[in-house]
């Protein structure tokens, strides 16, 4: 049964939807970027309602400025007491001993970040933000791969040849890819997580290529691609892999 909650946070109140049900294992769902917990195209919704009738219940909820909830919209940055009362409340109204925590994009790169001070015992991490863009560009990356299938691609050299290609917009990729790599910063570096994590990539992605660019691959977690552009998994087939992604997590210890 699906339900309205609301629960405390630093003073405000936070709203979530809860989808119940009887296992002791629960999955929270944070939103990234400014998004309503119900997700692009009602995706975390209907991925909520798949995952309680399998068997475990479900908490979503919107962060402090955002949709239902009162305060400030602080960003994902100053996430952390957020993300910690709707753990504790998916424990409160639920009694699950257990939390597996997924989140797409900056709410991966929170969970990386805060999943500790909020108890969760298992991170899910889709398509993490790790490298800020450059103006109106995507990261270095993402231009590498993109231009390395176009110079595979006769229709794009037929584009240069006959004037379709924005040139202004080329030289500026191109300086960007002469740019320095940077060093792995705070965000790259809290994927050393202390919670066993599983990082689901969409391969076609931008922010998921340029995460793989940064991410150190020592760090301790298994990584999953998808062969998909969808950066909220809506592509043909994308949200039954990401649904089985989920149930496999939030079976294992």
Known sequence: MRRLVTFPCLGETLAGTLDG?????????????NELRIG????????????????????????????DSTGRNKGFRSSAPDIAA????????????RIVA?????AATALALFHRDAGIDRLVLANPWVVEPSG????????????AARLTSPAEWRRLLTGGVNLRRLAQ????????????????????????????LATGDHTAIAFLNAWDRRQPASLHRRDSDS?????????????DHLLDA???D
Do not use: E, Q
């Open 21 to 33: 049900a009887p296992g002791t294992t629960g999955l929270l769902i944070v939103s990234g970027g």
């Open 102 to 106: 997924f989140g797409n994009c900056d």
């Open 173 to 200: 990729g191109l300086a960007a890819l002469a740019k320095p790599r940077p060093a792995r910063n705070a965000l790259v570096r809290s994927f050393a997580t202390t919670a066993p994590a599983d990082i689901l």
């Open 250 to 252: 939030l079976s294992r």
């Open 231 to 243: 950066h909220s998994f809506a592509g043909p087939g994308d949200a039954d892999w990401l649904r």
């Open 40 to 67: 692009p195209h009602r995706g975390m919704a209907l991925l909520a309602a798949a995952i309680a009738g399998a068997g475990c219940p479900v908490l979503r909820f919107d962060r402090r400025g955002i949709g």
């Open 86 to 97: 709707a753990a504790a409340a998916l424990r409160k109204h639920t009694g699950v001993t």
């Open 136 to 147: 109106d560009l995507p990261p270095p990356a993402a231009i590498r791969a993109t231009y």
